[in-house]
């Protein structure tokens, strides 16, 4: 039987088949279409000849809820909140978006005034009730919300992180009322304490169900009719997985759920090859996504923005920068060179798409120099031709009074230096030398900026992995089932906060394993989680996730750990400041699935050549075949290795071979 991975992007659809028998693993790219997106998953299977009734696990990620909420083309949403806060999603949190512009525009509200209800009821801060919900008043409130339009509600009313009684029984009432109403509660979506940002994640959430949830159940169906019949597996920007179900009733989940795939990949197959420090650099059309690895786990983060609003679920934490295949290279009112943000996208593309394109780009400059081949298809489906790329270079260097080359080279000069920038802040900016970690490039273009960028980091290997082209479809298959959850404690951490957050933590793990056993078939004893406690100290507004292998039989203990994680992070700690328990979050993972990869087998082949332009000119290198390089041959730069969907490029001083994994391990001379 087959595993499947399948990752939809805005221009490439990636298609991983793996083979748990054979440890056979094959990749396709097909276009994407967005008009029917099971079109491009079928296009994929075409090409490998493979049948979906053959398959017992399909697993997708999706930008579906990224570019909604970036679009704007999500449902509108009526809001419940607590009398006297109305206007908690317009006032936000009085932050500037340009500090000393006088004349900045106010951001417009998630949500109209018109469309938000007040309700009379109120909590307080420890779970207590000042102010019984009014039954009489809310069947009012409910009225008009239903009089005003929108088929999706949004419950958010305050400190129902501690207690939510009341949201619960307004969304049980509104159910009765009017059941074809679609109801998002923020106690299930973030329960935890911040009014704003918890207010704007689920008017988030509920923006976007209905799109989700119609897109997954179209996905669903279109898979059934060609003899898929077992459940559908959705991957979390939090780099698990999670049933149709749960997808469809937390959508905010999903998105990082392409970029989180490739993570999830990272850490599994850096895992194998026995490097627990990795950073991740993924490089598509549009843009670059770096993540850091440590001790085995990427850095994870509650405080992420989509589209300018605040996203506080629990995803991995990405940077991401406008710098990729496609960004624009462009001559700035100084008359300096520049790259990106803007793209030239897949329409009409890079110059040397030859679809209409006239301004060069990242892509066009690495056809220049020699990195990509033009007699062969990008993808496996977009034939380059160099002369309109020579074309759109010969115009922007005749106005910085250089050659054509010369462009081409400083653009990907220019481009490693942004990604380089990219990297630092998730490493240096936090404390980490990059030197102590292994940098994994993959996407369609991390490879070929792989070697340049370790030069810059002082980074002295690079481990490229299998199909990294199709990496993060390659992270769906080697996910496992996953759940986070988040409870709000805010307690002294003295012996009472640590038996507070005791009791917290064995209810989260009780719901863990009824989830796990409802929704993903995975027994009691197949359960692993891990613990993070919030933390911080007296007065403080921020707090800092200290992992613990369990919560310490000690306060103390508890104490020192926070200690050390606070040094650590901040490089000094104040020991005699009393300190709080903020949270407690787990996470439940089942069992991980099995994946083996095959070393390349090789063959007698010899390398061809080719010519490749650098900061020297042109130079003489190696043209590998990702396939020939089996044990025992060794691949040494300045040199070129291809592959369907990506193109290595091992710079001059770097060298290396194939793992027994199927990666390519280079290392700095």
Known sequence: MLCIGVDIGGTFTDVIVYEPATARLAEAKTLSTPHDPAAAIFEGLAKLGVSLDAVDRFVHGTTRVTNALLEGSGDPVSVVTTDGFRDVLEMGLGHRPQLYSVKEAARPSLVPRSLRHTLR?????????????????????????????????????????????????????????????????????????GEYERFATTVLNASVRGTVADYLRGLGAALAGAGYLHPLSIMTSSGGVVSTDEASRLPINLALSGPAGGVAAAVYVAGLAGYSNVITCDIGGTSTDVCLIKDGAPLMTSDGTIAGFPNRTFQVEINTIGAGGGSIAWRDLGGELRIGPRSAGSTPGPACYGRGGTEPTTTDAHLLVGHLDPQESLGGE?????????????????????????????????????????????????????????????????????????????????????????????????????????????????????????????????????????????????????????????????????????????????????????????AYVRTDHPAEIVNCRLTAFGPSP???????????????????????????????????????????GPAVVRENGSTTVVGAGWSGAADEHGNLLLTRD
Not at 137 to 146: G, I, N, P, S
Not at 622 to 633: F, N, Y
């Open 382 to 570: 977009v034939q380059l031709d160099p002369a309109p790329a020579q074309a759109a270079a010969a115009a922007l260097a005749e106005q910085l009074g250089l050659d054509a080359m010369e462009l081409a080279h400083g653009i990907l000069r220019l481009a490693t230096i942004k990604m380089t920038s990219a990297i630092k802040e998730i490493s240096v900016a936090r404390g980490h030398d990059p030197r102590d970690f292994v940098l994994m490039p993959f996407g369609g273009a991390g490879p070929m900026h792989a070697t340049a960028l370790a030069d810059e980091l002082g980074i002295s290997r690079v481990l490229v992995p299998p199909v990294p082209g199709n990496f993060s479809a390659l992270g769906f298959v080697t996910a496992r089932a996953r759940h986070d959850y988040v409870r709000t404690v805010l307690a002294a951490a003295d012996e009472s906060g640590l038996a507070a957050a005791q009791a917290v933590v064995a209810e989260l793990e009780d719901a863990a394993r009824a989830q796990l056993k409802a929704e993903d078939g995975v027994e009691a004893d197949q359960v692993s989680f891990a613990l993070t406690v919030g933390m911080r100290f007296r007065g403080q507004s921020h707090h800092l996730a200290v992992a613990v292998d369990g919560l310490p039989a000690t306060a103390e203990d508890l104490v020192a750990a926070f200690h050390a994680a606070y040094a650590e992070r901040y």
């Open 121 to 193: 009821e109120r909590v307080a801060a420890d779970g207590s009730v000042i102010e019984a919900l009014d039954t009489d008043h809310l069947d009012e409130v409910l009225d008009r919300v239903a009089a005003a339009g929108p088929g999706t509600v949004a419950v958010c009313l305050l400190h129902s992180y501690r207690n939510p009684a009341h949201e619960r029984a307004a969304a049980q009432r509104l159910a009765e009322r009017y059941p074809n109403l679609v109801c998002t509660v923020s106690s299930d979506v973030v329960p935890e304490q």
């Open 594 to 636: 099995v994946v083996r990869f095959a070393a390349p087998s090789g063959g007698e082949a010899q390398p061809e050549r080719t010519r490749l332009y650098g900061p020297d000119g042109w130079v003489d290198a190696a043209v590998w075949r990702r396939s020939e390089l089996g044990p025992g041959i060794r691949v040494t």
